[in-house]
Nanobody, 129 residues
Framework: QVQLVESGGGLVQAGGSLRLSCAAS????????MGWFRQGPGKEREFVAA????????YYADSVKGRFTISRDNAKNTVYLQMNSLKPEDTAVYYC??????????????????????WGQGTQVTVSS
């Protein structure tokens, strides 16, 4: 069983920055592909970013590319999402997720929420205009 706990959400003005963290309980954290997803009001959950097991590969949704950065620290069992130049449309509950299957890094795979086995409880990000 893997527990994921997000933190770092809050209220920020447009153009501001936030850094989300997701701490994992598993000792095998370094073997998981990690992803961030979000769900805005009245919207379906959508992919935001993913990072490979070593941190050497990353992938972003077009809507956040160039503004958000995903990273991980395997020594701390933590994945991060640095969010800059925030926009009101970034308002959502942000979730981190773990894909525990040992599979090749494929962009077509990491965007699929259904392939992630464990999810955090979510952290609210609100961007005011």
């Amino acid at each position: 069983q893997v527990q994921l706990v997000e933190s770092g959400g809050g209220l920020v003005q447009a153009g501001g920055s936030l850094r989300l963290s997701c701490a994992a309980s598993a000792r095998t954290f370094s073997s998981y592909t990690m992803g961030w997803f979000r769900q805005g009001p009245g919207k379906e959950r959508e992919f935001v970013a993913a990072v490979s097991r070593t941190g050497g590969s990353t992938y972003y949704a077009d809507s956040v590319k160039g503004r958000f950065t995903i990273s991980r620290d395997n020594a701390k069992n933590t994945v991060y999402l640095q969010m800059n130049s925030l926009k009101p449309e970034d308002t959502a509950v942000y979730y981190c997720a773990a894909d525990t299957e040992v599979a090749p890094w494929l962009r077509t795979r990491v965007v699929l929420a259904t392939l992630y086995d464990y999810w955090g409880q979510g952290t609210q990000v609100t961007v005011s205009s």
